[in-house]
């Protein structure tokens, strides 16, 4: 990733560069996703949707109090209905199919405040870390609006439907141990600091792994939260399991296993 963004920090890291960390970086905005940095996130993921040497993505704010507020409630007044409209499509939907779709694990690192669009951006993601201060809410409803991006059909899928009518309904704010213990939250951490020593460990951990069989683990799972019959999922599975099983890593991962030792995957 040599190109500077105005909005965002790119930064590869771990087992050969196979980690992505992307910062949006607008911390005296509280890291609201304004045009500016919607359409630079849209550049990054379109970038590295195909790119297998990136095998992680790790998505954060700057700074220690908030992770992303939402989006920039100054541009909604230059926005009329066909407009706003557009804008959802052409970015906002944009990011969520790109997040959704790309067969690479993708984590949401939460720092704070996790509001509106910034609940929606965590959403899309496979795993959502956060520490203990955060906060998270849908809380379009006080402006007049419903989540655009995804989450009146995100949230529910990610805790008990009531407690997503509530959330969206009330436009209610809840704190990281509540989100942690309805499930929309998978880990929390004491500060910042230890929660990225964390997701790095967790980040060499799935480089570790082999990038075909993640790929297919990903597909599988998003095709089993939008399609509704068995049969079909079952042929989904099935289909990329043969897929795999004439692969290199595959191989490698059973002799390994039988000769005790560590794997060594090559993505093949």
């Given at each position: 990733?040599?190109?500077?963004?105005?909005?965002?920090?790119?930064?590869?890291?771990?087992?050969?560069?196979?980690?992505?960390?992307?910062?949006?970086?607008?911390?005296?905005?509280?890291?609201?996703?304004?045009?500016?940095?919607?359409?630079?996130?849209?550049?990054?993921?379109?970038?590295?949707?195909?790119?297998?040497?990136?095998?992680?993505?790790?998505?954060?704010?700057?700074?220690?109090?908030?992770?992303?507020?939402?989006?920039?409630?100054?541009?909604?007044?230059?926005?009329?209905?066909?407009?706003?409209?557009?804008?959802?499509?052409?970015?906002?939907?944009?990011?969520?199919?790109?997040?959704?779709?790309?067969?690479?694990?993708?984590?949401?690192?939460?720092?704070?405040?996790?509001?509106?669009?910034?609940?929606?951006?965590?959403?899309?993601?496979?795993?959502?870390?956060?520490?203990?201060?955060?906060?998270?809410?849908?809380?379009?409803?006080?402006?007049?609006?419903?989540?655009?991006w995804g989450?009146?059909?995100?949230?529910?899928?990610?805790?008990?439907?009531?407690?997503?009518?509530?959330?969206i309904y009330?436009?209610?704010?809840?704190?990281?141990?509540?989100?942690?213990?309805?499930?929309?939250?998978?880990?929390?951490?004491?500060?910042?600091?230890?929660?990225?020593?964390?997701?790095?460990?967790v980040v060499?951990?799935?480089?570790?792994?082999?990038?075909?069989?993640?790929?297919?683990?990903?597909?599988?799972?998003?095709?089993?939260?939008?399609?509704?019959?068995?049969?079909?999922?079952?042929?989904?599975?099935?289909?990329?399991?043969?897929?795999?099983?004439?692969?290199?890593?595959?191989?490698?991962?059973?002799?390994?296993?039988?000769?005790?030792?560590?794997?060594?995957?090559?993505?093949?």
């Amino acid at each position: 990733m040599a190109k500077a963004y105005e909005k965002l920090v790119c930064e590869r890291r771990g087992a050969d560069s196979g980690g992505l960390w992307i910062t949006l970086n607008n911390e005296k905005m509280r890291n609201s996703l304004d045009d500016t940095m919607q359409t630079e996130l849209l550049d990054v993921l379109k970038t590295i949707a195909f790119d297998h040497t990136i095998r992680c993505v790790v998505i954060t704010g700057a700074g220690e109090k908030t992770f992303c507020s939402g989006g920039d409630i100054n541009g909604f007044l230059k926005m009329d209905y066909l407009s706003g409209y557009d804008n959802i499509i052409q970015k906002g939907n944009a990011i969520q199919q790109l997040l959704w779709s790309m067969e690479k694990p993708v984590i949401a690192a939460v720092n704070g405040h996790c509001l509106a669009g910034g609940l929606e951006l965590a959403l899309m993601c496979d795993f959502v870390y956060a520490t203990e201060n955060s906060t998270f809410g849908l809380v379009e409803i006080n402006l007049g609006l419903l989540p655009g991006w995804g989450g009146t059909v995100g949230l529910p899928r990610a805790v008990p439907v009531r407690r997503a009518r509530e959330m969206i309904y009330r436009g209610e704010i809840i704190r990281a141990e509540e989100a942690h213990k309805w499930g929309l939250v998978n880990r929390l951490f004491p500060s910042r600091e230890e929660m990225m020593r964390q997701i790095e460990k967790v980040v060499d951990e799935i480089l570790s792994k082999p990038a075909m069989a993640l790929r297919a683990a990903k597909a599988i799972v998003n095709a089993s939260l939008s399609c509704a019959s068995p049969d079909a999922l079952r042929a989904i599975e099935r289909g990329n399991i043969m897929w795999l099983w004439s692969s290199e890593d595959l191989r490698e991962g059973v002799t390994a296993f039988v000769e005790k030792r560590k794997p060594r995957f090559m993505g093949r």
